[in-house]
């Protein structure tokens, strides 16, 4: 992940920012009601986790118990829990693994695996029911070298990868299945907790919009039509809802500084608020407003 923190969040970014993955929840807003997500199924609290020298919870601390850190080397970011909540998967770059590949692990740091094929780009990981597969993106159709980094003269940027497809593989790294062959970016994915639906953001209209699909890829349904980015969304416990990021350009300046980025595949996460709505799309509406 030379370049990441981004969409599910997306992607590790190496300009010198180290990210480790903590068992703890939220590195971004929607990354916390994901988490809250996963954590509906069954608590976690009971794993033994592998002893620490030091202890990462600060004099004074209410909110947080039994952090432990998990990743020792390079950049590590987007972990997910598996349904059954014994194993983590997750991004990472290090050593010989040039930008982001898809690791399993145990929720104590140990055998880890790659899942991914170690080619291309790769984002946002999720386990389907059963925890015998994965999804993932990857743009390793488009080119087995890592993709080019953002353009950073433009700023802080996210670059949305117009070579990112959905795949699906089992824990053997055996890709068995390809859930989106549309033009255009498709990433961010993640399953509800009823196990029969996905949840994704996609530029095939031009715009990066929220769209849900069965399990095996059929029935693709645009849910959002908002001029503006979508992303990162993650469905409610009980299905019925689906809470992500968005930004909504106002003024004459904004609007043509994201038509401008989104041109060249890039948005500028710097003001993103949450949202939520009603799987099927229905009844959006605004919770942040810190503008």
């Not at 993709?147 to 433009?154: A, G, I, L, T, V």
């Not at 699909?213 to 469905?235: C, E, I, V, W």
Request: one cysteine or more.
């Amino acid at each position: 992940m030379d370049q990441r923190t981004i969409h599910c969040g997306n992607e590790t970014y190496g300009d010198g920012i180290v990210k480790k993955i903590w068992i703890v929840a939220g590195v971004v807003l929607v990354g916390v009601l994901g988490w809250w997500v996963l954590t509906n199924r069954q608590s976690p609290e009971k794993i033994t986790y592998r002893e620490e020298p030091e202890s990462y919870i600060l004099p004074g601390e209410k909110h947080f118990r039994n952090m432990r850190m998990l990743t020792h080397e390079g950049e590590n970011a987007e972990a997910y829990f598996s349904f059954d909540q014994k194993k983590l998967v997750y991004q990472a770059t290090f050593g010989k693994v040039l930008c982001d590949q898809i690791f399993i692990m145990n929720l104590d740091g140990s055998g880890r695996r790659l899942i991914s094929t170690g080619k291309g780009r790769t984002t946002c990981a999720f386990f389907l029911p059963g925890d015998t597969l994965v999804l993932y993106s990857s743009t390793h159709l488009a080119d087995e070298n890592c993709p080019p980094p953002p353009d950073r003269s433009r700023g802080y940027v996210w670059q949305l990868y117009d070579t990112y497809d959905i795949f699906v593989a089992n824990l053997n790294g055996e890709i068995v299945r390809r859930l989106t062959d549309t033009p255009g970016y498709d990433a961010e994915a993640t399953v509800s907790p009823l196990g029969d639906k996905i949840v994704f953001t996609s530029m095939r209209d031009g715009d990066p919009e929220i769209y849900v699909m069965n399990l095996d890829g059929s029935h693709q349904t645009r849910l959002t039509h908002a001029k503006g980015y979508d992303g990162g969304p993650f469905f409610s416990p009980d299905g019925s809802m689906i809470v992500f990021r968005a930004s909504r350009p106002q003024t004459p300046e904004e609007l043509a500084d994201y038509e401008d980025l989104v041109k060249l595949n890039y948005v500028r996460p710097t003001t993103l608020e949450i949202y939520v709505m009603n799987a099927d799309g229905s009844n959006i509406r605004q919770v942040t407003h810190f503008g």
